[in-house]
C-alpha cells in the first residue's frame, strides 16, 4: 500500500504508475483540486496549454486510486492509515525575500498574486525577481492592465533560468509591454509606496502600490523528517525534493512507483 502526499505533477505520475503496477495507492491533496502549483504556471498570458499537461496526468489514472482532495496531510494521518511506503510529491513554497518592508501586506509572492486573483488594474506594480517565474507574472501584470510595470533583479542578466528560445520570446512580449527591466540591483528596503534599491552604486525609488516576490522557491522537509521518526519508508520526488521543472517531477514520479515495484528496489532518493 502506497501514500502519495501531494496532486501535482509528480504525485499524479507517481499514483498512476503505482496503480497500475498493481499496489493500492491513496492520494491526499490539501487543495480541493488537483495539479498543484502547475495551477499557477498555466496562468500568465500563453502558458494556458500546461492546464492540458495537468488534466492528461488526471485522466491517466486508474479508478482504483483512492483520491482525498482538501485533506492536509499529518504525520499521524499518515499512519493510520498503515501504508508500506510514502512518496512525498509535496512541492515547494515560494522563498522569502529578507528585507525590511517584505511583511507589508501590499507585498505577496507570485504564487499568491495569480492563486487569489489579485486585480492590478492602473496601479504600479514592481516585481522582485526576473527569473522566470517573475518575469512571467510580470507580463501578466502588464497584460492584466497595471499602469507600470517593473522588475528588479539581483543578478546581471533577466530569465538566466529559461532556454535561449524561451528567454528570446519572453524578453520580447515584455519589451512589447512596456515592462521595464533593471538588473545587478539590490533592494534595500520596500515602504508603504515605494521600492528603495541601488544601481551602479546609486540609491534609487520606484513607487508601488503592489510589490511582488519571485525570488525562488524552497522545499519543506518537515513532514519527510516526522515520517521517518516513525519508520516509514519515505521518497521523496520533484520540487520537494529540490525545486526543478515539470519534466523532474514527472520522471521521479515515475521512478519511485517502479522501483517500489521491484522486490527489494531501492530509490537513491
Given at each position: ?75 499521524a494521518g499518515i499512519a493510520a ?18 528585507v525590511p518592508g517584505a511583511e ?67 524578453l520580447t512580449r515584455l519589451k ?94
Open positions: 500500500k502506497i501514500v502519495i502526499v501531494g496532486g501535482g505533477p509528480g504525485g499524479l505520475q507517481a499514483a498512476a504508475t503505482g496503480a497500475s503496477l498493481g499496489h493500492r495507492v491513496t492520494l491526499l491533496e490539501k487543495e480541493d483540486r488537483l495539479g498543484g502549483r502547475l495551477r499557477l504556471a498555466a496562468a500568465p498570458p500563453h502558458k494556458e496549454k500546461i492546464d492540458w499537461v495537468i488534466d492528461d496526468l488526471i485522466a491517466g489514472l486508474p479508478p482504483s486510486v483512492d483520491l482525498r482532495t482538501g485533506t492536509r496531510a499529518t504525520v492509515l498503515r501504508p508500506d511506503a510514502v512518496i512525498l510529491a509535496t512541492g515547494a513554497t515560494p522563498a522569502r525575500l529578507d507589508l501586506p501590499h507585498v505577496v509572492t507570485a504564487d499568491a498574486l495569480l492563486r487569489d486573483r489579485i486585480d492590478v488594474a492602473e496601479r504600479p506594480v514592481v516585481v522582485i525577481g526576473a527569473g522566470l517565474v517573475g518575469c512571467e507574472t510580470a507580463l501578466h501584470c502588464a497584460s492584466s492592465g497595471a499602469r507600470r510595470v517593473t522588475i528588479l533583479e539581483a543578478l546581471a542578466k533577466a530569465a538566466g533560468d529559461c532556454e535561449p528560445i524561451t528567454r528570446g520570446d519572453l512589447e509591454r512596456r515592462v521595464e527591466i533593471y538588473t545587478g540591483v539590490r533592494v534595500r528596503e520596500i515602504t508603504t509606496s515605494a521600492v528603495e534599491f541601488e544601481a551602479a552604486g546609486r540609491l534609487e525609488t520606484l513607487p508601488a502600490e503592489l510589490v511582488v516576490t519571485a525570488v525562488g522557491a524552497e522545499a519543506d522537509h518537515r513532514l519527510e523528517q516526522g515520517l521517518q521518526g516513525r519508520g516509514l519508508p519515505v521518497y521523496v520526488i520533484g520540487d520537494a525534493r529540490k525545486p526543478r521543472g515539470i519534466y523532474e517531477a514527472i520522471n521521479e514520479g515515475w521512478l519511485a512507483a517502479m522501483k517500489l515495484s521491484e522486490e527489494g528496489g531501492r530509490w537513491n532518493g
